[in-house]
């Protein structure tokens, strides 16, 4: 077995990991393999089988898709640690978690204690045994105590879900699988189990409606919504006129740029997500939901507010300090910006 990489933040760790894996890869097959995953990642998939059916699914899903699963993971959870700085998840639970994007971005955002309490409890969810060796397999190497100790678990992502009570439960990339049955009762086993949900799907219109379900779900179980909105009132967005959605930067690999034809070195990974608590955040006052516009002596942001309202805000040049805090903010920030915690 491999030794751990040497200290180095999760997300480093898991690029230098995953370059190994492709290494061994042989490209003709990746790239099959990569293409029939984006087949059924942008349509309609199977509800009675697992999307990763054998090794070189997996090792192509690992390289193709984890690193943008991972990106998005850690910007919900990154906003969910901004709205309740003061917790850290006691346990979690990741279901239907495939290669474990979503362990490594929690390991990023909540490193192990440094108090010698020992790591975490850490288990994966998942119904494609392939999956769960690769995923076991990376781990192995992570620098996070509490991903090399993770427990890899197979278990049908259903109706019949059995979710052992933990700190935060993730369902990321997963409900665009199941039935409407099964999703909704896989939010509730979440729900039923966690102090903290964060669930993330592609920032598509059929994804933020899977998200709003589960919002819903979540809000009606007792949950306070901590991000991305700032408030737990329904969502002010119109059906069918707009949704919401965000985007983290990917790095690109070999094997996205092969099987893209691309030659940019990155690429913008589109999800929406929600993240809901228990014991009440304390969420942005507004949260910026689209790229922000910057002109000559002001940049416009778009934004919903804890007014349960979207609208538009037009800093100038002439507000100051609150003009360059304006000039860079980014998409999915909240506004204004959070003041920094006294040292």
């Known amino acids: 077995m491999h030794a751990p990489l040497s200290p180095q933040a999760p997300a480093e760790a898991l690029r230098a990991t995953l370059a190994e894996l492709v290494d061994g890869l042989p490209p003709r097959q990746a790239a099959q393999a990569t293409a ?6 942008r349509g309609a998939t199977p509800t009675d089988a ?19 699963t991972f990106e998005a993971d850690r910007a919900a959870l990154g ?26 971005a929690a390991a990023d955002i909540w490193p192990d204690p440094a108090d010698g309490a020992g790591p975490r409890p850490v288990t994966v969810l998942d119904w494609a045994e392939p999956a769960l060796a690769l995923g076991r397999e990376l ?49 509730d086993a979440a729900a039923g189990a966690a102090e903290v949900v964060a669930v993330v799907e592609p920032g ?19 949950f306070h919504i901590a991000a991305p909105c700032p408030h737990s009132a329904a969502c002010p967005i119109e059906e069918g006129t707009d949704w919401c959605h965000f985007a983290a930067r990917v790095s690109r690999s070999s094997l996205h740029r092969q099987v893209k034809g691309a030659s940019l070195a990155w690429e913008d990974e589109k999800f ?15 949260r910026v939901v ?16 804890d007014t349960e309202e979207l609208s538009r805000e037009t ?22 910006p959070r003041e920094d915690p006294a040292p």
């Open 50 to 68: 697992p999307v990763l059916r054998d090794r070189s699914d997996v090792v192509a899903y690992a390289a193709y898709r984890m690193p943008a």
């Open 36 to 41: 029939r995953l984006i087949a059924n990642y």
């Open 139 to 187: 781990a192995a190497r992570a620098p996070s105590a509490a991903l090399r100790d993770a427990r890899w678990r197979r278990a049908r992502i259903d109706a019949a879900l059995d979710v052992p009570p933990t700190g935060l439960v993730t369902v990321s990339y997963v409900l665009g699988e199941l039935t409407p049955a099964d999703r909704a009762a896989v939010v």
């Open 315 to 336: 800093v100038t040049k002439r507000q100051g300090p609150l003009y360059r805090a304006a000039r860079d903010t980014a998409w999915g920030d909240p506004w204004p």
């Open 290 to 305: 689209r790229r922000p516009q910057t002109r000559k002596g002001q940049v416009l942001l778009d934004l919903c507010r």
């Open 204 to 222: 598509t219109p059929d994804g933020y409606r899977r998200i709003i379900e589960a919002r819903d779900r979540l809000v009606a179980a007792g």
């Open 272 to 286: 929406s997500y929600v993240a809901a608590t228990r014991f009440r955040p304390g969420p942005a006052t507004a």
């Open 79 to 104: 906003a969910l640690a901004d709205a309740v700085p003061q917790w850290t998840p006691s346990g979690h639970t990741d279901i239907g978690g495939g290669t474990g994007a979503a362990v490594w």
